[in-house]
């Protein structure tokens, strides 16, 4: 199994940047497909980045296309999410997934505030 923690959210102004780093235990960390999505104040846990096992394939939601980067480091069990040009609205619970098969998993979260 996987255990996921999130770190490096906080307090941005717009038009900033922040990395995001989700670090994972566990021995298997390479063989899961891995992602980042968000939950904002009222609204539903959206997608926001993927990567599959080898780093070799990124998906993004339109919203972070062209101002997200996901990437992997599987010998150091780190995902990142660097993010840039952030905006009001991208104002959210940033968590980390991780998905074999039917499994998954998810980190508790770390808070990303971007103020206008």
């Known amino acids: 199994q996987v255990q996921l923690v999130e770190s490096g959210g906080g307090l941005v102004q717009a038009g900033g940047s922040l990395r995001l780093s989700c670090a994972a235990s566990?021995?298997?960390?390479?063989?899961?497909?891995m992602g980042w999505f968000r939950q904002a104040p009222g609204q539903e846990r959206e997608f926001v980045a993927a990567?599959?096992?080898?780093?070799?394939?990124?998906y993004y939601a339109d919203s972070a296309k062209g101002r997200f980067t996901i990437s992997r480091d599987n010998a150091e069990k780190l995902v990142y999410l660097q993010m840039n040009s952030l905006k009001p609205e991208d104002t959210a619970v940033y968590y980390c997934?991780?998905?074999?098969?039917?499994?998954?998993?998810w980190g508790q979260g770390t808070q990303v505030t971007v103020s206008s």
């Open positions: 997934k991780a998905d074999r098969g039917s499994v998954t998993i």
């Open positions: 566990g021995d298997t960390f390479s063989r899961w497909t």
């Open positions: 990567i599959n096992w080898s780093g070799d394939n990124t």
